[in-house]
T-cell receptor
Framework: GAGVSQSPRYKVAKRGQDVALRCDPI?????LFWYQQALGQGPEFLTY????????KSGLPSDRFFAERPEGSVSTLKIQRTQQEDSAVYLCASSLDRGLEEQYFGPGTRLTVT | GNSVTQMEGPVTLSEEAFLTINCTYT??????LFWYVQYPGEGLQLLLK?????DKGSNKGFEATYRKETTSFHLEKGSVQVSDSAVYFC???????????????FGQGTILTVHP
């Protein structure tokens, strides 16, 4: 039983580059969340999927951030024209049902924008 | 939306000392309350939870009681070990009906270091 996996684990991008971060949730999990964790802070909600439907994207900080989950399993968080303030750990979590079950977190992707 | 105020760290204790990490929250409705832990080099893990007022969550010797009247969910452990060194996060989760989906709101985290 694999847990939530994320790739890459580390990403260095030059300012202005586009990046794509991948999340593989636990098989069969309906709900998928993305969170952003700045250094020394707690995670902050970015967006939520129920199967392939993106039901809440209220936490996305700008229109440079885009997330998708086209087949209701793997999800990708894309950041266009990265800025230094985008440097953070991006966490993915999945849960079995509508999010009212336990959320299982992946190890995160540490993004550094130089 | 929800918000959390968590005891600032870092907290440094000797092994077998008593631990309290304070957490107070504001939330709409009646949230479930969670403590997550992040061990060095590892991902976030659920430590314990409580889903209604006066419930006590417990795990690995840690306890926290859902206090609705004081909107608090303080984490306690009677005798800490070196292996408890980690970052601890308090997080309420709204349980609104209909379109509820369990978004967590995290505190800023409290770093705990336990020395032998």
């Amino acid at each position: 039983g694999a847990g939530v996996s994320q790739s890459p684990r580390y990403k260095v991008a030059k300012r202005g580059q586009d990046v794509a971060l991948r999340c593989d949730p636990i098989s069969g999990h309906v709900s998928l969340f993305w969170y952003q964790q700045a250094l020394g802070q707690g995670p902050e909600f970015l967006t939520y999927f129920q199967n392939e439907a993106q039901l809440d994207k209220s936490g996305l900080p700008s229109d440079r951030f885009f997330a998708e989950r086209p087949e209701g399993s793997v999800s990708t968080l894309k950041i266009q024209r990265t800025q230094q303030e985008d440097s953070a750990v991006y966490l993915c979590a999945s849960s079995l049902d509508r999010g009212l079950e336990e959320q299982y977190f992946g190890p995160g992707t540490r993004l550094t924008v130089t | 939306g929800n918000s959390v105020t968590q005891m600032e760290g870092p907290v440094t204790l000797s092994e077998e000392a008593f631990l309290t990490i304070n957490c107070t929250y504001t939330a709409t409705g009646y949230p479930s309350l969670f403590w997550y832990v992040q061990y060095p080099g590892e991902g976030l893990q659920l430590l314990l939870k409580a889903t209604k007022a006066d419930d006590k969550g417990s795990n690995k010797g840690f306890e926290a009681t859902y206090r609705k009247e004081t909107t608090s969910f303080h984490l306690e452990k009677g005798s800490v070990q070196v292996s408890d060194s980690a970052v601890y996060f308090c997080a309420p989760r709204s349980e609104a009906g209909g379109t509820s989906y369990g978004k967590l709101t995290f505190g800023q985290g409290t770093i705990l270091t336990v020395h032998p």
